[in-house]
């Protein structure tokens, strides 16, 4: 069940216990995709080879046949690291490339179904549509993102820099659905598609929210717990490698930007 994210509350007093909380993170993930996939079948996953769409993918082989797509430039960081780490996991892999496509229709759509031109929204939404119009091709009506960890967990860029980063997490935790999710539905039901979130669900939000922020950046390292939490069952390079959001990793953002100039 995805999160109601109106009712979370700052919890009076965090949980810094790693090891309880690895274990914890690593079951309620497993248990969020297994809800979501447990009738079995191949079932797509986007995914950019980063560390949260690798997680979602090796916890959907658990239960099912992940097939994963990747959308980007040939010559992408996204389209890169996805062959290398489809590559370590040893799954499907199809990449959708930008070549050659209108990038500008799919602005214009995206657009008009998010009801935004916020440049935000729409380089991250653009190749949501990709994606889902793609997938439509292969048969499939449901799609597994890795969506959510950056915000539950610490990994955007500016987190380090935060004054207040217990506060501001929180915050944007609590503001997601606003933020980011209603976009998506919107792409979601114009393909009549079901998104699944596994780092959505209400379980793990309730254990993020409560993981002392300390665990959630140390030593430098963004993502800390999440890592910790599938380091013994993923590849070192997928665990330890950094991030790039994924209009930037597609190579969107900037086709847009001289697009719309």
Do not use: W
């Not at 997601?176 to 979130?197: A, E, G, Q, S």
């Amino acid at each position: 069940m995805l999160a109601d994210f109106e009712k979370i509350k700052k919890p009076e007093r965090y949980d810094n216990n790693e090891n309880k909380l690895k274990k914890e993170l690593y079951a309620a993930l497993d248990r969020a995709v297994r809800s979501s996939v447990s009738e079995g079948g191949k079932i797509a996953v986007a995914f950019s080879g980063g560390l949260d769409s690798s997680i979602a993918a090796y916890l959907v082989s658990k239960y099912a046949e992940p097939v994963l797509f990747c959308v980007g430039f040939k010559d992408s960081h996204d389209v890169i690291n996805s062959k290398k780490s489809a590559s370590l996991l040893g799954f499907e892999l199809n990449i959708i490339t930008l070549e050659g496509m209108d990038l500008g229709k799919y602005f214009e759509k995206t657009v008009e179904l998010a009801g935004t031109t916020d440049r935000l929204i729409t380089d991250l939404n653009v190749p949501l549509y990709i994606i889902l119009e793609e997938i439509e091709k292969h048969g499939f009506d449901k799609l597994v993102l890795g969506q959510g960890a950056d915000t539950l967990f610490g990994g955007f860029a500016r987190y380090p820099y935060s004054e207040n980063f217990k506060d501001e997490i929180f915050e944007d935790i609590k503001n997601i659905h606003r933020t980011n999710l209603v976009y998506n539905y919107k792409i979601f039901d114009h393909f009549r598609m079901k998104p699944i979130y596994p780092f959505l669900e209400q379980e793990v939000v309730d254990l993020a929210v409560r993981a002392d922020p300390s665990l959630k950046i140390k030593n430098g390292v963004q993502k800390y717990i999440l890592r910790e939490a599938f380091r013994d069952q993923m590849p070192k390079e997928i665990i330890e490698q950094k991030k790039k959001s994924f209009q930037y990793g597609s190579g969107v953002h900037k086709a847009l930007r001289i697009i719309n100039k």
